[in-house]
């Protein structure tokens, strides 16, 4: 059974940083693209950003240039490193992957995290 477990969420003033980290537990994901999600009150689900197997990135435009996300698949984690935050980054935050637990390949979603970003 595998599980992600998300941690490093909280309460950070506009323009502050926080560092989310994701835990993979039950097998490794380094064959996985692995994506942080994060949804807001009264909003859908939005992809925020992608790390492939291989280490290249994907961010969606609203946080470009401003989180990171990386991989250590010998720790079997993944972050997203957030800069400059802003209040409508507030939202829980969602680790996810397709990631083969011994049968197949099957989509899995961390509990969330809760960041929230005050003005």
């Known amino acids: 059974q595998v599980q992600l477990v998300e941690s490093g969420g909280g309460l950070v003033q506009a323009g502050g940083s926080l560092r989310l980290s994701c835990a993979a537990s039950?097998?490794?994901?380094?064959?996985?693209?692995m994506r942080w999600f994060r949804q807001a009150p009264g909003k859908e689900r939005e992809r925020v950003a992608t790390i492939a197997s291989g280490g290249s990135t994907n961010y969606a435009d609203s946080v470009k240039g401003r989180f990171t996300i990386s991989r250590d698949n010998a720790k079997n984690t993944v972050a997203l490193q957030m800069n400059s935050l802003k209040p409508e980054d507030t939202a829980v935050y969602y680790c996810?992957?397709?990631?083969?637990?011994?049968?197949?390949?099957?989509?899995?979603w961390g509990q969330g995290t809760q960041v929230t970003v005050s003005s």
């Open positions: 039950g097998r490794t994901f380094s064959t996985s693209t």
């Open positions: 996810n992957g397709w990631i083969n637990d011994g049968v197949g390949y099957k989509n899995y």
